[in-house]
């Protein structure tokens, strides 16, 4: 296959990896592989979310501002990840929220259309579909195997074409596509560009700006590490006049906690999208995580859990095909690979390999009816030999 091998991961410091696995402490039990569904969180996420629920047993909301300044830092941290401008964050409960927040606030009229790469994730397909009482087009453009092909989208695209919208990597196919060339792709039709970019933040560096996205969603409970229900939506400042604010609530008005002042002075900030009460633990929990992922290396321009992860799935890639499974994923160049990997054993069914393995402590999911493992930075030769071992003794 041409991969790198695993001898080169001492080049990104093994100590370093070692200082990360301790983080998360789902490895004293799991060889875990499930971080497209959902990962375990990192200690301090459990540390942090501890501690809030503490204090809400012992002070009520005597603290309040306490947790509202790490709901803050969050944002904070979440712009400076993807080097954008504080205010063009909002604070979400999942991908599917952030996305119908542009999808339902779009200005649409009869005729326009909406194109996307075949084979989405639901969350980014419904919401468009749901335009159709609107006179709105979905066109999902097919694939070339796994992979995206750009020139085909363009050529789905008119003058009508008001968004364009893809996953940053494909959930079952592990396909990664290049944000800034698809946003290319729309930008000349005269399209937005929305990026649902649940598989890839947490682990591969955006610069949102460079890219020329204009819009993101993703939830945190995959590659972020956060818990469930805690999300981020991403809108370039200059769109907010365009989105209308569909879901608003004394927290999408400038005045916000200034109850007596009942004027509907909607925020100049992403923020507007928030309307009401949060999910506290989920994002304190959400910012733990992120902590976490910044420490050992995410930022938005470079990130050393990318070379890891890409660096592990090669190696499992190449274990794999040694005792006979068919990779299925695309791995054909290192700027496509992702952390995801799915593939199958020939004549082996791949439900029962998959409980066959959680039998033996090592945590994988079935999505087209085939295997996928999904690597993070914490795992580690161990890990992949785990799930070898437990592969060979089903067969």
């Excluded at 060339?181 to 649902?196: C, E, I, K, T």
């Excluded at 633990?281 to 290396?297: S, V």
Aim: proline fraction near 4%.
């Amino acid at each position: 296959m041409g991969t790198s091998p695993i001898s080169n991961l001492s080049v990104l410091g093994t100590h370093n990896w070692a200082q990360m696995r301790e983080a998360f402490p789902v490895t004293r039990k799991w060889a875990y592989f499930d971080h497209a569904a959902v990962a375990a969180i990192p200690q301090a996420s459990h540390d942090r979310i501890r501690k809030w629920m503490d204090e809400a047993l012992l002070e009520g909301d005597a603290v309040w501002p306490q947790w509202s300044g790490q709901f803050e830092a969050l944002r904070t941290l979440v712009a400076k990840l993807i080097n954008c401008q504080r205010d063009e964050i909002g604070l979400v409960p999942n991908t599917s929220f952030g996305i119908n927040m542009i999808s339902e606030g779009f200005p649409w009229a009869a005729g326009d259309n909406v194109v996307m790469p075949a084979g989405e994730f639901p969350s980014n397909v419904y919401p468009w579909m749901h335009l159709a009482d609107k006179g709105v087009e979905v066109r999902q453009v097919p694939n070339v195997g796994n992979r995206v092909c750009l020139d085909a989208i363009a050529s789905a695209c008119d003058s009508r074409t008001r968004i364009v919208t893809a996953s940053w990597v494909g959930f079952a196919s592990g396909y990664r596509l290049d944000p800034k060339a698809l946003a290319s792709v729309a930008h000349d039709a005269g399209a937005l560009f929305l990026l649902d970019a649940i598989q890839g933040m947490g682990v591969f560096p955006i610069d949102v700006e460079e890219a020329g996205v204009d819009f993101l969603a993703a939830d945190g409970h995959k590659w972020m590490c956060g818990p469930e229900g805690a999300g981020v939506l991403y809108i370039r400042k200059e769109h907010l006049s365009l989105i209308r604010a569909i879901n608003v609530g004394w927290n999408s008005v400038a005045q916000g906690n200034d109850y007596s002042r009942v004027e509907l002075n909607i925020r100049n900030a992403t923020s507007r999208y928030e309307s009401g009460t949060q999910n506290l633990a989920g994002f304190i929990g959400l910012l733990g995580a992120l902590e976490t992922l910044e420490r050992f290396g995410l930022a938005h321009d470079q990130s050393a859990l990318a070379d890891r992860v890409l660096q592990i799935s090669n190696h499992l890639c190449d274990e794999l095909e040694n005792i006979g499974a068919e990779i299925l994923s695309d791995r054909s160049s290192v700027e496509v690979k992702s952390g995801i990997v799915l593939f199958e054993i020939p004549g082996q069914e791949s439900l029962k390999l998959k409980n066959h393995l959680a039998e033996q402590g090592v945590v994988v999911s079935c999505r087209l009816g085939k295997l996928r493992a999904a690597v993070h930075a914490y795992n580690d030769e161990a890990d992949v030999d785990r799930l070898i071992d437990g592969l060979k003794n089903a067969l």
